[in-house]
Every structure is written in structure tokens, then in C-alpha cells.
């Protein structure tokens, strides 16, 4: 029988990856699957096992003040220091290792929590850095940094004694502080002509939505209406990578999340991902992997 990839929210993924429970009901309020923040020193010292391939309902925010983070998000590694941010969208593939020391805030909030008496726009429309195409890294000046750090405190008070009982407090920190690091973030992209940008970023919209069904360039240059080669040319122009690459690393992606979240056999990782060649799907994990996927899942099984 196959199985969807599991999205965790909030509680299903701390019950997962993280122990003892009590310290985290003490740090985590009632309705945590909407909104939480914490120190990060706190919540990553709770963290019982490295997180495998996976996606989560919610956004993650992660302000580092002291030592490093490292965390892959879709087929990218990232290492944020001092003063820097990272940010998971909700649905995008993420892992990480346990037992890293830092100290900083951490986030995690759902769309909705954005949305209501203060804001009723789309959400996501003005911060690229929550979408799944945008860059997760984002580095604040010194003064900026004081502003964020200011925020994180401000918010982490309020949920602490109060937890979501003053969302009319919560949200509109929440978006400040979106805002804040709107004005210093810098797209992947640069400073490209604005039709190459939205057809690259239409592009990895597509794949992530699509993948599974969809394995070919074509195919997507056939949903932007535009040549095959104008669809290579502009994304390997803003990429660095071409669009073949780019799919396959997201069929590598959903591939490792059903091997680390089912006992599905290979074969059916294979066709639940739209291969109905086993072998020809091994071998396009093992050119991006080094490893067989029967190999992959022995390794994250003795994790």
C-alpha cells in the first residue's frame, strides 16, 4: 500500500524527534501547532535524534546570536553565524544533525497566523524567503540585527506568560519582524531582468508541486508556454544549475523523504514518485546520493 509523505506539524514532529516531554509542554504553549518561539539553545538540547528528510506544515525561522547552525532545505546545505537568519518554508524538504551548540530564537509559525485583523492581503506575497524558490538565508547589518533581536525578545516574552491568548500582540511583532528582514534580503536571483526571474521562480514552483508526475523539461516549459531552450537558458542564467538538474534533485528529495518515513520497498518509492523503471529511478538517486536508496534507508535506519 503506498503512503503520502508525512508533513509533521509542530506536535507530531516533536513527538518524534524530541524528548522529554515535560520540558517541552513547559516551553510550548496550547495551540503551538499555530505559533511558537523559543530559545534555540533550549529547544535543539531536547532534540534526540538527527531529523531526516521531511516537511512540516509550518514556517521555521532561525536567529542565530551565538555559534552556528547548519541545516539542508531542498537539495541546498546551509550554515547561518552571528546575525544571521535562516528560514524553512512550510512544505519544503529540510534535515538536520542533533546536538549542535548555538544559542538564538527560534520561530515556527503557520500562514494563518498572518492573516486577520491586521493583515488580510495574501501573506506570502511581500516575503520571498518563505516561499519554496526564495533564498533561506538572510544577513542583518549591525543595527538591523539590534532591531530583530529586540523583536525575538519582545514576542518570546508575551508567548511565554501569555502564549497565543494576545495574538493581537503576537502577529504584529511576527510581521514586523518579516518586514524587517524584507528590507535587507537579497534573492538568488540578483539583479536579473524581471521576466527571467518570474520564469525561474514559475519553474521551481512547478517542479515542487509536480514532480512526481512530471519528469521532463518539456513538460515544463510546455505549462510557461515557452521553448525548451529558452527554459534551459534562463534557468541555468540564474541558477547556476539547468532545469534537468533541478528536477531531478527534487525527485531525489521526495525519493529520501518516503525512504525515511515508510517501509515502502523500492520499487514502490520508484512508482510512487512516477518511475515505473526501479533501476533507471536507483540510478538517478545514486548520482546525486553516491549511495543506493536501499543503502540511504539502512543508513538513516541505524541513526
Not at 509536480?210 to 541558477?239: E, F, G
Request: hydrophobic residues 40%; charged residues 25%.
Amino acid at each position: 500500500m503506498r503512503k503520502n509523505i508525512t508533513v509533521y506539524n509542530p506536535d507530531t514532529f516533536t513527538a518524534r524527534f524530541m524528548q522529554p516531554r515535560r520540558e517541552l509542554d513547559h516551553m510550548l504553549k496550547a495551540d503551538y501547532d499555530k505559533f511558537f518561539i523559543v530559545r534555540v539553545e533550549d529547544m535543539y538540547r531536547l532534540v534526540t535524534q538527527a531529523v531526516p528528510a521531511s516537511r512540516s506544515t509550518n514556517h521555521s525561522c532561525l536567529f542565530i546570536t551565538s555559534g552556528e547552525a547548519s541545516m539542508k532545505i531542498g537539495s541546498e546545505s546551509y550554515t547561518i553565524h552571528k546575525g544571521e537568519m535562516l528560514f524553512v518554508p512550510a512544505g519544503q524538504v529540510f534535515s538536520f544533525r542533533e546536538g549542535e551548540v548555538n544559542k538564538g530564537f527560534l520561530c515556527n509559525f503557520h500562514t494563518d497566523v498572518l492573516t486577520g485583523k491586521y493583515s488580510n492581503q495574501d501573506p506570502l506575497r511581500d516575503f520571498d524567503f518563505l516561499r519554496i524558490w526564495g533564498n533561506p538565508i538572510v544577513r542583518l547589518d549591525k543595527q538591523t540585527t539590534q532591531f530583530v533581536l529586540h523583536l525575538f525578545k519582545r514576542l518570546l516574552f508575551d508567548y511565554t506568560r501569555n502564549g497565543l491568548n494576545n495574538l493581537e500582540i503576537i502577529q504584529p511583532y511576527l510581521i514586523t519582524l518579516l518586514c524587517e528582514v524584507k528590507a535587507l534580503y537579497q534573492p538568488l536571483t540578483g539583479t536579473h531582468q524581471v521576466a527571467a526571474v518570474n520564469i525561474t521562480n514559475r519553474f521551481r514552483e512547478l517542479v515542487f508541486t509536480t514532480v512526481k508526475t512530471r519528469h521532463l523539461v518539456t513538460d515544463y516549459a510546455s505549462l510557461l508556454n515557452i521553448t525548451p531552450n529558452h527554459l534551459n537558458k534562463t534557468v541555468k542564467m540564474l541558477t547556476g544549475k539547468s532545469p534537468a538538474r533541478w528536477i531531478d534533485e527534487a525527485i531525489v528529495l521526495e525519493a529520501k523523504v518516503l525512504l525515511s518515513q515508510s517501509d515502502l520497498s523500492i520499487s514502490e518509492v520508484a512508482a510512487e514518485i512516477g518511475f515505473e523503471d526501479a533501476s533507471y529511478f536507483a540510478r538517478i538517486f545514486r548520482k546525486y546520493e553516491g549511495i543506493t536508496p536501499s543503502d540511504f534507508r539502512k543508513m538513516i535506519e541505524k541513526s
